[in-house]
């Protein structure tokens, strides 16, 4: 079997696995805040998402109606040997899952709205690349982010004579207070600090990625706010959908990067609770690692 | 808060007006599917006096474009969930009060001309949880019926039997109480302890760019004028 082949197999299954199951340690979060839910309104939600986990893990169906824009992060080891398109890899993969899982035909030109219906096109899949010296395997990612909370994330600057810690505070509750129940909360928060705007913005989606959920960064200055803000967004009482409810976010990650002295961007990235996303690593042997899911169908 | 299982079309009328926000309600019998197109043709019909092809008396309408596959003659709705409903309020009002409809499903709510509809009329909005299009699909048994294929699969209207379709949350009320503006007022409140908790101070201008970024005090202001469009 080609390196292509084996890759574009791997690539399906983690689409798959992503839009028809969450990773172990996400839907574990999911399960503790339905089991706290003290709001009877948040709580007959909750279950049924839960209820609708099973669902779609038992009938290999999509969690949500909206895969978002499908995207990849490949990070591929220095000792991994690799020559292949991945455009055309990952191209071939989505469009085989949209058509058999199916996924939503979602992809569009951004101007005149026109639809190949194969969820590709104009660079979608999109493609983060990254490089892990010194390991010996590629590591996939597949990305599924529903538009709904995708697109209430964003980038503001702090003022630079303004205390930080309290900015960094008040710009996510900003974000979180003004979109409500419109990201389908409960809500994963990615946090970004520093760096260009771009790159806070960059660090905040791949912090949505950060498993076990709640995990704190290992920067004590970083850890702090993480808890603050957490405990603090779950006071407010937006809840499940922006019903009410004691969970408002799952967790609250942050990250962060060197930064100019005079502009410090904060970022602020939301994931729905159905933060979907599947990760594996091939190595060089030819042996498969399933990351975020159990085994390969995820059983 | 009540659990309730309401067949449509509604036999009585005081089925939906005596709901209140909050209440969980699983729905039986039959139920329209109608987005942005389905609206727009249903109106410009009727101002040429055209009957629809189907009965919107006593009905629930939901705001959503099922994926749908078929196999031979029959449709199977395999995913199925709401699209953003606040778009839909300026044309809520006449779909109420002109063909009757008692019940409006979707999610996020609707802006205040819609809400004033539904206490005029004692009809109500349903709120779907968002992300479930699994469990919704399974609460779907057949498709009775699909109107105005030509305008496209997800904005015709799909007429669905459906069976304990839920949990549906009773967002908007037939007295006008509306949840989402209830829980966002709640959390404006709240909001001055929290910020005394965090060291924030309410008059600082944290943020030097952009210049004016929708802030707190505004919060329930500006969800309530805010129209997410499709999604």
Known sequence: ?299 | MVIRHISFPLEEDKEVSLLRVGDIVYLNGTVFTMRDSAHQLLFSNADRGLTPPMNLKGAAVWHCGPVVRRDRDNWEVTSVGSTTSYRFTGVTPRLLEEFQVKAVIGKGGLGPEAIAALQRTGSVFLATVGGCAGVYAQNVRRVIAVHWAEMGLPEAVWELEVENLGALIVAIDASGDNLYGKTMEQVGRRLADIYVDLNIHPDYRYVYWPPSLPGVPQVADCFKNYNPGEE
């Open chain 1, 1 to 299: 079997m080609s390196l292509e082949i084996a890759i574009r197999e791997i690539a399906e299954k983690l689409l798959v696995q992503a839009a028809t199951q969450l990773p172990v340690e996400v839907e574990e979060v999911i399960h503790l805040a339905e089991e706290k839910e003290n709001d009877h309104t948040a709580k007959a939600q909750l279950q049924t998402i839960v209820r609708n986990l099973d669902i779609a893990k038992q009938k290999k169906l999509s969690i949500c109606q909206d895969p978002g824009i499908p995207a990849f992060e490949v990070n591929i080891g220095s000792e991994f040997p690799l020559n292949v398109d991945f455009d055309s890899i990952f191209t071939a993969a989505v469009q085989k899952v949209a058509r058999e899982l199916p996924l939503r035909q979602n992809v569009v030109h951004p101007l005149t709205k026109d639809n190949p219906g194969t969820n590709t096109g104009w660079g979608v899949p999109y493609i983060y690349y990254g490089y892990c010296y010194g390991r010996d395997y590629l590591e996939i990612t597949a990305l599924l982010r529903g538009g709904g909370s995708a697109f209430r994330s964003g980038v503001v600057t702090l003022a630079p004579t303004m205390p930080r810690a309290e900015g960094v505070k008040k710009v996510v509750f900003d974000f979180v207070t003004m979109a409500g129940g419109i990201p389908c909360p409960p809500t994963t928060i990615g946090v970004g600090v520093g760096g260009n705007p771009d790159m806070a913005l960059n660090l905040a989606f791949k912090a949505l990625k950060r498993l076990p959920p709640g995990r704190f960064h290992p920067d004590p200055a970083m850890a702090e706010l993480e808890k603050d803000l957490f405990n603090a967004l779950n006071k407010t009482g937006i809840g499940t959908m922006g019903l009410g409810g004691d969970t408002t976010v799952l967790a609250v990650h942050m990250e962060c990067c060197g930064s100019h002295t005079a502009s410090i961007p904060v970022a602020v990235a939301f994931s729905c609770w159905p933060n979907r996303f599947a990760t594996a690593r091939f190595y060089k042997s030819g042996k498969i690692e399933w990351i975020t899911h159990r085994g390969e169908n995820g059983d």
